[in-house]
Every structure is written in structure tokens, then in C-alpha cells.
């Protein structure tokens, strides 16, 4: 082997490994499986095929098409070629049946090709089309293969003007496979994560009590970009003095320890509210002292709130805070403003500290909303530019019903929120005196 032979062995190796780089580069970028994927076939395309296409096995084992990449993009039809397949046939007869059976890789020559044009079942046919729409002389089929589970294949291929594809590709094949096999798998591992602790948060928060012609309507929404439970909560029930309590809160960290925090914490403040008919700021202490002797490590936000009915028909709320963002008051005409008093330290600081707590009139038909500091909070900006945002949105759907009202504040301030929200409303009647 001469020193011209040896650089070309050399840059090939180099070529290739470049190309693994690249693509584990692609698939660890994103934990959405069908970007990295397509991400992935844009690389391969043109540098080791002229096109590429991924099929992943869907829950109920059928077969569909995420990505299909041409180094021609006007070959595609419009939309593309993507979508469901038919079934993936009990007895494997295709290359792409056989290798989401497990088989592989696969190399089609121009004479394999010519050897399989008899369709024997609907999958083997769309994959015949493909491969004669694209213009394919010879091909290579991989299964998608992760934790001994087979979730998809990789197929790409070259056309007559370029040098075929051979054997020595089928390695490098084979590891561009293994490892989009693994980023699927790890986004699938995410996702079910994500639906575990979502579904753990929401088992953790209380169904809102019947208030007669209060209102109450809550809503919790988990970060859009974390698989973790988080500590945002919500919590109502009816005093027997006949109060309705709002509160709402917040402990600090995203994990397991501040989901439970949290549920303990609240059965904690249900307990004290119920047996100490006392304000606002005398339960938020005594629940300090209980969270201080308990967690004494950890620290959160709380706002404990007290609707009641005046003989005349109008309405209060006493409130304490623990260091929570303030409750906002929109009025059934639109008018917006935050509620400022009772604001003390934080949950877990000082627990001998005096809580002050505050009384505000309500007008009818206005709306009390509660909320974490995830609605409003943005990163690059001011703490008051998402308040006055909040305000904002709030004014506009203060005549809405309060479902709708909950909904699309969270559609459009919390779309992409990188914390948990949490929000708890309250709509007044119109304020007929009693009886």
C-alpha cells in the first residue's frame, strides 16, 4: 500500500467519524426524537446518501414515517413523504418488514432491487415506491435498535449517478442506527418520566369545595421543559366559621422532596385553619413554626387567604403572605390592581417573626386570582414587566367566564414557561344582602 492509499484510508476514517460526531451532535440537541431524527437524515444527506428516510414503530406496533430527507428537495411532494404505514406483516418478506423484525443491515443492490419488485404485501409496496420515486439504484435498510427492542428503521439510499453503496458502509450504518435508536428510546424514557411526575403533582392537589355562588376555579400547569415534580400548589376549603379559605404557595426546588413538602405542608395549614379560628397572619406563624421544627432546611412561599360574606352582602378577604407575588383584584368593568398588604418573610427564615395580614373590600362580581411566580415570571426581565403583563391579560377577560378566564391566562402568558404554574380564582356574586 502506497502513501496515496494510506492518506485515503486515513481520510475516510476521519470522514466518518466527523459523521458520527455530527449526528450524536444532532441527537443530543433536542429530546423531541422526530427534530433530532430529521436533524440526523439532513446530515447523512448528501455526505453519505443522496436521500435517507426514519420509520418508527408506534404503541401499537404499526409503522410510520417521521423523515424523509432528498439532497433534491423538489423530488419531495408537497408535505413530503411522511406519515402511517400500513401494518408491518406477520411473516417479513420486505427489507424494511425484516428489519423492523429485527434483521440488518441491509444492503440493496441495483440487482436486490431488481430482484424485489413483486409487491407481497402493502408495506413492501410503499417501500418499492419510495424507493423508485427517489430514484434509488442501490440502498441500505437498519433497524432502530435499543434495550434488545426494535423501534424503527433507517433506510437510505444512493442513485445511479453516484458510487454505489457496499459493505463497508454497513458499519458505519449500523452505528448511525444504534445511536438514533438510542436517542429515541432516552426521549420516550422523558416523556413517560414527565407523564409520571405530572400525574403525581396533580394527585397531590385537592378538589376545590361548593361554595354556593362563589366561584372557584384552579389550574395547574407543569414547566414545559422538565421531567421533575415541582412544589407549586393550590388549596380551598370551608372553615367552619363559614370562611372560604384561598391559598396558594410555592417550595423551593424541583424534585421529589418539594412535592412532598408541599402535600405535608398543606395538610399541615388545613389542620391549623380549621382548629385556630384566628387571622390570617396567626396561621401563617404557626405554620411557620410547624415547617421550621419539621424542614428545617427548606423554604417556600405562602399566601393563606379568608373569604367572608358580610350580613350585607358584600364581601372580604384577609389575607397574610409569606413571601408569595400579591393577589391581583379585577373588577367586573376590567379594572386591575394588586393586592400589597400583609406581605411578610418567606416560609422557613425567621419563624419567630411577626406575620402581619391585611383586609380588602370586594366589590361584586370581581374576580380574585392567586397565582405561583411562573405566570410571571421571564428570564431576561424585570419581575414587574410580567406584572404588568399579568394585569394586562387579566383586564381583558374579566368578563369572561372564570374557566375561560383561567384558560387563556395560562395559554397566553404560560405557552412555554420554563416553571410551574399554578393559579386559583375566585369570582364574587353580585352581593344580595341576606335574609
Same mark, same amino acid.
Given at each position: 500500500?502506497?502513501?496515496?492509499?494510506?492518506?485515503?484510508?486515513?481520510?475516510?476514517?476521519?470522514?466518518?467519524?466527523?459523521?458520527?460526531?455530527?449526528?450524536?451532535?444532532?441527537?443530543?440537541?433536542?429530546?423531541?426524537?422526530?427534530?433530532?431524527?430529521?436533524?440526523?437524515?439532513?446530515?447523512?444527506?448528501?455526505?453519505?446518501?443522496?436521500?435517507?428516510?426514519?420509520?418508527?414503530?408506534?404503541?401499537?406496533?404499526?409503522?410510520?414515517?417521521?423523515?424523509?430527507?432528498?439532497?433534491?428537495?423538489?423530488?419531495?411532494?408537497?408535505?413530503?413523504?411522511?406519515?402511517?404505514?400500513?401494518?408491518?406483516?406477520?411473516?417479513?418478506?420486505?427489507? *424494511?418488514?425484516?428489519? /423492523? &423484525?429485527?434483521?440488518?443491515? #441491509?444492503?440493496?443492490?441495483? $440487482?436486490? !432491487?431488481?430482484?424485489?419488485? %413483486?409487491?407481497?404485501?402493502?408495506?413492501?409496496?410503499?417501500?418499492?415506491?419510495?424507493?423508485?420515486?427517489?430514484?434509488?439504484?442501490?440502498?441500505?435498510?437498519?433497524?432502530?435498535?435499543?434495550?434488545?427492542?426494535?423501534?424503527?428503521?433507517?433506510?437510505?439510499?444512493?442513485?445511479?449517478?453516484?458510487?454505489?453503496?457496499?459493505?463497508?458502509?454497513?458499519? *458505519?450504518?449500523?452505528? /448511525? &442506527?444504534?445511536?438514533?435508536? #438510542?436517542?429515541?428510546?432516552? $426521549?420516550? !424514557?422523558?416523556?413517560?418520566? %414527565?407523564?409520571?411526575?405530572?400525574?403525581?403533582?396533580?394527585?397531590?392537589?385537592?378538589?376545590?369545595?361548593?361554595?354556593?355562588?362563589?366561584?372557584?376555579?384552579?389550574?395547574?400547569?407543569?414547566?414545559?421543559?422538565?421531567?421533575?415534580?415541582?412544589?407549586?400548589?393550590?388549596?380551598?376549603?370551608?372553615?367552619?366559621?363559614?370562611?372560604?379559605?384561598?391559598?396558594?404557595?410555592?417550595?423551593?426546588?424541583?424534585?421529589?422532596?418539594?412535592?412532598?413538602?408541599?402535600?405535608? !405542608?398543606?395538610?399541615?395549614?388545613?389542620?391549623?385553619?380549621?382548629?385556630?379560628?384566628?387571622?390570617?397572619?396567626?396561621?401563617?406563624?404557626?405554620?411557620?413554626?410547624?415547617?421550621?421544627?419539621?424542614?428545617?432546611?427548606?423554604?417556600?412561599?405562602?399566601?393563606?387567604?379568608?373569604?367572608?360574606?358580610?350580613?350585607?352582602?358584600?364581601?372580604?378577604?384577609?389575607?397574610?403572605?409569606?413571601?408569595?407575588?400579591?393577589?391581583?383584584?379585577?373588577?367586573?368593568?376590567?379594572?386591575?390592581?394588586?393586592?400589597?398588604?400583609?406581605?411578610?418573610?418567606?416560609?422557613?427564615?425567621?419563624?419567630?417573626?411577626?406575620?402581619?395580614?391585611?383586609?380588602?373590600?370586594?366589590?361584586?362580581?370581581?374576580?380574585?386570582?392567586?397565582?405561583?411566580?411562573?405566570?410571571?415570571?421571564?428570564?431576561?426581565?424585570?419581575?414587574?414587566?410580567?406584572?404588568?403583563?399579568?394585569?394586562?391579560?387579566?383586564?381583558?377577560?374579566?368578563?369572561?367566564?372564570?374557566?375561560?378566564?383561567?384558560?387563556?391566562?395560562?395559554?397566553?402568558?404560560?405557552?412555554?414557561?420554563?416553571?410551574?404554574?399554578?393559579?386559583?380564582?375566585?369570582?364574587?356574586?353580585?352581593?344580595?344582602?341576606?335574609?
Amino acid at each position: 500500500m502506497d502513501d496515496f492509499e494510506v492518506d485515503d484510508v486515513v481520510q475516510r476514517a476521519l470522514d466518518r467519524l466527523t459523521l458520527l460526531a455530527e449526528a450524536t451532535t444532532a441527537l443530543s440537541s433536542t429530546l423531541d426524537s422526530h427534530k433530532g431524527l430529521s436533524r440526523v437524515c439532513r446530515i447523512l444527506v448528501p455526505q453519505l446518501a443522496d436521500w435517507a428516510a426514519v420509520d418508527l414503530l408506534e404503541d401499537d406496533g404499526r409503522p410510520r414515517r417521521v423523515s424523509v430527507v432528498h439532497h433534491d428537495p423538489a423530488v419531495l411532494p408537497v408535505g413530503g413523504l411522511t406519515g402511517l404505514l400500513p401494518p408491518v406483516p406477520e411473516v417479513p418478506v420486505g427489507p *424494511l418488514a425484516r428489519s /423492523l &423484525a429485527g434483521a440488518g443491515p #441491509l444492503l440493496l443492490t441495483s $440487482a436486490d !432491487l431488481a430482484a424485489v419488485q %413483486q409487491a407481497t404485501d402493502p408495506l413492501h409496496t410503499r417501500q418499492l415506491e419510495l424507493f423508485d420515486q427517489l430514484g434509488t439504484h442501490t440502498a441500505v435498510v437498519a433497524p432502530l435498535r435499543a434495550r434488545r427492542q426494535v423501534l424503527g428503521a433507517l433506510t437510505m439510499g444512493r442513485s445511479a449517478d453516484r458510487a454505489p453503496l457496499t459493505s463497508d458502509d454497513l458499519a *458505519l450504518v449500523e452505528d /448511525l &442506527a444504534h445511536r438514533m435508536a #438510542l436517542a429515541v428510546d432516552n $426521549a420516550r !424514557l422523558y416523556r413517560e418520566t %414527565q407523564h409520571i411526575a405530572e400525574r403525581l403533582q396533580r394527585s397531590l392537589l385537592p378538589a376545590l369545595p361548593e361554595t354556593g355562588p362563589l366561584q372557584l376555579t384552579a389550574r395547574y400547569s407543569p414547566a414545559a421543559t422538565t421531567a421533575e415534580v415541582g412544589g407549586d400548589w393550590y388549596d380551598s376549603f370551608t372553615l367552619p366559621t363559614g370562611h372560604t379559605t384561598m391559598i396558594i404557595g410555592d417550595v423551593t426546588g424541583h424534585d421529589l422532596r418539594a412535592a412532598i413538602t408541599m402535600s405535608q !405542608l398543606r395538610n399541615m395549614l388545613r389542620g391549623i385553619g380549621c382548629d385556630r379560628h384566628e387571622p390570617p397572619g396567626n396561621i401563617l406563624r404557626r405554620l411557620d413554626l410547624a415547617h421550621h421544627n419539621l424542614y428545617p432546611h427548606a423554604t417556600a412561599t405562602c399566601l393563606y387567604g379568608m373569604l367572608g360574606e358580610r350580613d350585607d352582602g358584600t364581601w372580604t378577604l384577609e389575607f397574610s403572605s409569606a413571601g408569595h407575588p400579591p393577589p391581583l383584584l379585577i373588577t367586573h368593568d376590567g379594572d386591575t390592581r394588586y393586592l400589597t398588604g400583609g406581605h411578610g418573610l418567606l416560609l422557613g427564615v425567621d419563624p419567630d417573626h411577626p406575620r402581619p395580614y391585611a383586609t380588602e373590600s370586594l366589590p361584586a362580581r370581581s374576580t380574585v386570582l392567586l397565582y405561583t411566580d411562573g405566570l410571571i415570571e421571564r428570564r431576561g426581565e424585570g419581575l414587574d414587566a410580567g406584572m404588568t403583563r399579568l394585569r394586562q391579560h387579566a383586564a381583558a377577560l374579566a368578563r369572561e367566564s372564570l374557566d375561560t378566564f383561567c384558560d387563556e391566562l395560562l395559554t397566553g402568558l404560560a405557552s412555554d414557561h420554563a416553571d410551574d404554574v399554578a393559579v386559583l380564582a375566585a369570582r364574587l356574586p353580585t352581593g344580595q344582602p341576606r335574609r
